[in-house]
């Protein structure tokens, strides 16, 4: 009987033994599971709505609710000046739209710095920032880089004419110029409006009935700008350098001094030392 109920006994601690070894596996499981949870929790990228295009857009297009849809963006990789509302973009009710200022294109986010405010006039003047004014360029500046530009780029602008009657030169006049409005391209090249400070404007203007203006585009990545005091001429690019001819050196003959002296019925002149 008591070698029955220690069999019992081993069985029962066996037993007991087994179950809190198959516990522990189990809190071990569910504690890594629990981890890697953690884990892939801690790796999800936390995303939030906002708006961006339905469709393209260029400069001057009205942007109403028809041209706009909610997108998921990187929460941590947020632009500034997005919009997350509809009252956020339509602060003045969805008959109201705002004015593109910059191309978009489809599942770009919208910005305050893309759009006008909501109600401002549709035209150039949507266009400009505060104490801006647009300053138009001929066709024909553009028409070597008529497929090339686009809205939002910057331009350099130089100058070629000539200075008080001299002779030609080239330089540089303004640089980093942004460009905000231009036509469709044709033969000719197409129109450009550049945004330019009043100073600009005046200066430009002058150079404009004092010679010719040419320009060039301006790399994204170039944060400088120009150095305006850039200048050449032709003579400078051919490397022709004047001649200087030096003046012969003035011969100063020694003074000579005279006196005459009468021999009988005759003047004769007598050299005789000079006193200095």
Known sequence: M????????????????????????????????????????ANIVQTVEIYSPARDLTYGDLLTIDDVQVMRY????????????????????????????????????????????AGAPQGITALLDPGMRAFPLPNGMTQAFAGEIRTSDLIDLYWVGRVDGGREISRLVKSRMEIISMDEPDASGRGVVIQVSQEDFADLQVLTAAGRLSLTPVGRSDLEAGDTTIETNIRDVLGIVDTVIEAAPEVVEAERC????????????????CNN
């Not at 029962?12 to 033994?17: F, I, K, R, S, T």
């Not at 947020?78 to 739209?97: H, R, S, Y």
């Not at 009988?264 to 005789?272: A, H, K, L, N, S």
């Open 258 to 273: 005279f006196v005459t002296q009468r021999s009988g019925t005759e003047r004769i002149q007598v050299e005789v030392e």
């Open 74 to 117: 990187a929460q941590d990789f947020l632009p500034q000046g997005v919009f997350a509302t509809e009252e956020e973009l339509f602060p003045k009710g969805l008959n109201t739209p705002r004015v593109v200022r910059i191309p978009m294109q489809v599942n770009e986010p919208i910005l305050t710095s893309k759009v006008t405010e």
């Open 2 to 41: 008591r070698a029955l109920f220690g069999l019992v006994l081993l069985v029962g601690m066996g037993l007991a033994g087994f179950a809190v070894y198959m516990v522990n596996q189990y809190m071990d499981t569910q504690a890594s599971a629990l981890e890697r949870e953690r884990q892939r929790s």
